[in-house]
């Protein structure tokens, strides 16, 4: 487990801040662009969480509005789950799908993001519960 940790820690690392870089710079998501990556293991399994950067080329900055989830039994073959979680499901929230966490207690997964609340100037926390880790079956809170 401590090889698996510290081999998920190097790979997290060589990962964060690739929004910018090349596509295909990223040894895991080579379909989209991604920041803010996070790792959970359960069940024999490796679940990446990251925010999908969406930004056009004309624009200079983030624009985050939903985040991704691939999974790897194996840690070279990594799978891509549909979307399960966007800002416009915080109904607080009006945008920055910017850094997750996903653990796992007692059966419920919960995903703790950071986005711009709609009311309040600056960062805010979200957090939403599933039942699993693809982040079905979503409560927002």
């Given at each position: 487990?401590?090889?698996?940790?510290?081999?998920?820690?190097?790979?997290?690392?060589?990962?964060?801040?690739?929004?910018?870089?090349?596509?295909?710079?990223?040894?895991?998501?080579?379909?989209?662009?991604?920041?803010?990556?996070?790792?959970?293991?359960?069940?024999?399994?490796?679940?990446?969480?990251?925010?999908?950067?969406?930004?056009?080329?004309?624009?200079?900055?983030?624009?985050?509005?939903?985040?991704?989830?691939?999974?790897?039994?194996?840690?070279?073959?990594?799978?891509?789950?549909?979307?399960?979680?966007?800002?416009t499901?915080?109904?607080?929230?009006?945008?920055?799908?910017?850094?997750?966490?996903?653990?796992?207690?007692?059966?419920?997964?919960?995903?703790?993001?950071?986005?711009?609340?709609?009311?309040?100037?600056?960062?805010?926390?979200?957090?939403a519960?599933?039942d699993?880790?693809?982040?079905?079956?979503?409560?927002?809170?």
């Amino acid at each position: 487990m401590k090889n698996l940790f510290i081999n998920l820690s190097v790979l997290l690392l060589s990962i964060v801040g690739t929004a910018q870089s090349v596509k295909f710079n990223n040894p895991i998501i080579t379909d989209k662009y991604t920041g803010d990556p996070a790792a959970l293991v359960y069940k024999d399994k490796v679940y990446l969480y990251a925010g999908h950067d969406e930004a056009p080329n004309d624009f200079n900055f983030y624009k985050m509005n939903e985040w991704l989830v691939y999974s790897s039994s194996d840690m070279k073959k990594w799978q891509s789950h549909p979307v399960p979680l966007k800002v416009t499901d915080f109904k607080w929230a009006k945008s920055d799908a910017w850094a997750s966490q996903v653990i796992e207690r007692n059966g419920k997964f919960y995903w703790y993001v950071t986005v711009e609340h709609g009311t309040v100037p600056g960062k805010s926390i979200g957090v939403a519960v599933a039942d699993n880790p693809l982040g079905q079956l979503l409560k927002m809170h």
